[in-house]
């Protein structure tokens, strides 16, 4: 893998490790909101 590519994946993995965080932290606070905020099913949520 080239230097720009694992950059790359690891700007990915940040946004992704803050989205995760976020919605685990919207779900806590307020499940419906969050659900309805984030798209997510009462099966995703639970999980």
Do not use: F, H, K, P
């Not at 989205?19 to 984030?38: G, I, K, N």
Request: glycine share 4%.
């Amino acid at each position: 893998m080239t230097t720009s590519n694992t950059g790359t994946l690891e700007e990915i993995r940040e946004v992704n490790l803050s989205y995760l965080l976020l919605a685990q932290r919207l779900l806590q606070e307020d499940r419906v909101s969050a659900m309805y905020q984030l798209g997510l099913s009462e099966q995703v949520a639970q999980c």
